[in-house]
């Protein structure tokens, strides 16, 4: 007898008999990720179920899977209503805020600010609009700058008109002498009274008129600060480090004169005329 061949059909069929095995194997497997997504396209038609319910105004009360919803509600959790319809809705609410929020925060930190950013848009600096706005237009200016005094009224005109829309921060960049260092110093003396504001643009309105201390004191005055806080704040030089810094950050981002704005970052020079300032807003806006 040929027990070699016997031995060789004994091999294939255990070989058979293995394959045969696998197959039933994928076969339960793939079954049971059909049950699954049979199971969840169940659930997922109920969903939907509700909504239409919702809409048309019927009663969602007695629904199995809504009452398995409300069973998962963690102990301590109340609502302002107690109907079975507006427990579930707070229950999509808060699923649907907790995924917002996620995505928002997300999204927040992989928008974080360049450090170019960061060194243009410091917030403890003078500002006007919305802190939180998404549009940043921060400007270098000096009190003696001609050109600065053409643009204060035109950037006055865009910060109140979308206050809600833009933040816009004021940074000094005092370059035309000794008169500039000191009244940019002035300047947040006069914040440090919360008068930053008016005495910006007094000073701006009567540049070049202001030629003596009395003449400078009527715009203090004017301005709503206290004459004898403010001289002592100025005297004191307490601010300079902060213009100092002013200066060093302006130097830093490249601006080589005034005004100098950065638009979220993007540079612009010299005057800005009112038109394209609003365009450029209703561009980040997403106006057309």
């Not at 979308?162 to 260092?181: A, C, H, T, W």
């Not at 206290?226 to 981002?253: G, M, W």
Request: hydrophobic residues 40%; charged residues 20%.
């Amino acid at each position: 007898m040929d027990y070699s061949s016997l031995d060789n059909r004994q091999r294939n069929w255990w070989k058979i008999i293995l394959l045969g095995a696998a197959v039933l194997v994928a076969l339960g497997f793939f079954a049971l990720v059909a049950v699954e997504v049979a199971s969840r396209e169940q659930k997922m038609r109920e969903i939907l179920d509700f909504a239409g319910q919702a809409e048309n105004g019927q009663t969602l009360a007695g629904n199995p899977l809504l009452e398995q919803l409300l069973d998962q509600i963690p102990n301590g959790i109340t609502t302002q209503s107690t109907t079975t319809e507006a427990l579930f809705f707070n229950i999509v609410s808060s699923t649907i805020d907790n995924t917002i929020a996620a995505a928002s925060s997300s999204i927040s930190s992989s928008l974080e600010k360049s450090p170019a950013r960061q060194k243009a848009e410091k917030i403890d600096r003078p500002y006007l609009g919305n802190i939180n706005a998404q549009l940043v237009i921060v400007e270098f200016a000096d009190f003696q700058c001609p050109v600065c005094q053409e643009e204060f009224s035109v950037i006055r005109t865009i910060a109140n008109k979308y206050e809600q829309d833009i933040l816009f921060i004021f940074r000094n960049y005092p370059v035309k002498g000794d008169d500039s260092m000191v009244l940019a110093q002035a300047g947040y003396c006069a914040q440090e009274q919360g008068k930053f504001w008016p005495f910006h643009d007094r000073l701006f309105l009567q540049q070049g008129n202001f030629n003596n201390e009395e003449e400078f004191n009527a715009i203090i005055k004017s301005s709503g600060l206290n004459l004898a806080k403010f001289n002592n704040c100025l005297k004191s030089l307490k601010y300079q480090p902060k213009v100092t810094e002013d200066i060093a950050d302006a130097l830093d981002l490249g601006a080589r004169g005034t005004p100098t704005f950065y638009v979220n970052g993007k540079k612009l020079e010299g005057a800005v005329p009112l038109n394209t300032w609003e365009e450029l807003i209703k561009l980040y806006k997403g106006i057309k």
